[in-house]
């Protein structure tokens, strides 16, 4: 993956190059890659959140590198919504809903499919016989 990759599901597959001829095993993260014409693949499990995959080369006399880190992150949670109080009858043709969502990785926020612009909802039109109010958000 690319540095800054938000993940969905895990394990992740890591590919890379390797080239030594005395080459005696590539790891990542700990996890053994298989190695193949100078190409490397290891499927990489992952924590909730940031991780920083590594990448090191060991060569039969002993001796090892490793790659500079590539920092992603795993997201399997849905966002937090909390929506302020709402009158339970109104004459208003607008109301504004108010409330807070809460995503490391929030993509975005929804009110009827109008977008939600910082925490505050405004402009939402209501119909006679409404449908229920739907507030959504989704994360990346």
Wanted: charged content about 10%; cysteine-free; overall charge negative.
């Amino acid at each position: 993956p690319w540095a800054g990759a938000v993940l969905g599901q895990a394990p992740v597959a890591v590919t890379g190059t390797v080239d030594d001829p005395h080459l005696d095993r590539v790891t990542v993260n700990g996890v053994t890659a298989l190695v193949a014409g100078g190409t490397f693949t290891a499927s990489v499990p992952l924590p909730e959140g940031e991780t920083a995959l590594v990448a090191t080369a060991r060569d039969a006399a002993g001796n090892s590198a490793g790659s500079q880190g590539v920092t992603v992150s795993l997201d399997t949670q849905p966002p937090v919504l909390q929506i302020g109080t709402l009158p339970a009858v109104t004459k208003a043709l607008v109301l504004t809903v108010t409330g807070t969502v809460s995503d490391p990785h929030l993509d975005s926020a929804t009110v009827n499919n109008v977008v939600a612009t910082g925490l505050l909802m405004n402009g939402v039109e209501i119909l006679m016989n409404p449908p229920p109010l739907e507030v959504a958000a989704r994360g990346l």
